[in-house]
């Protein structure tokens, strides 16, 4: 069973950065792109930004030029966030692409003043 423990999410003022990391516990086999989610209150689960085996990223345009995702020792992802926005207020959520694993509990982003 995969588990995913987010964290690294905070409160922020606009402008600012934050750096979000993931604990995976578990895999799957046969799928290699670790992505971020996220979802605003209200709003539903998003695509934030993916990596691939060979580290080939992806991002929503949203937040192109802003977040760069890459992964750690452990292979596991981290979105690096700059500039951060009112509106990248949300819960951020580690996951395959494709989403097959279970959720975990994300971690809270606000961006506010």
């Known amino acids: 069973q995969v588990q995913f423990v987010e964290s690294g999410g905070g409160l922020v003022q606009p402008g600012g950065s934050l750096r979000l990391s993931c604990t995976i516990s578990?895999?799957?086999?046969?799928?290699?792109?670790m992505a971020w989610y996220r979802q605003a209150p209200g709003k539903e689960r998003e695509f934030v930004a993916a990596?691939?085996?060979?580290?080939?990223t992806q991002y929503v345009d949203s937040v192109k030029g802003r977040f760069t995702i890459s992964r750690d020792a452990m292979a596991a992802p981290v979105l690096q966030m700059n500039n951060l926005r009112p509106d990248d207020t949300a819960v951020y959520y580690c996951?395959?692409?494709?989403?097959?694993?279970?959720w975990g509990k994300g971690t809270p982003v606000t961006v506010s003043s």
């Open positions: 996951n395959y692409r494709p989403a097959v694993a279970p």
């Open positions: 578990g895999s799957i086999t046969g799928i290699y792109i």
């Open positions: 990596i691939g085996s060979s580290n080939i």
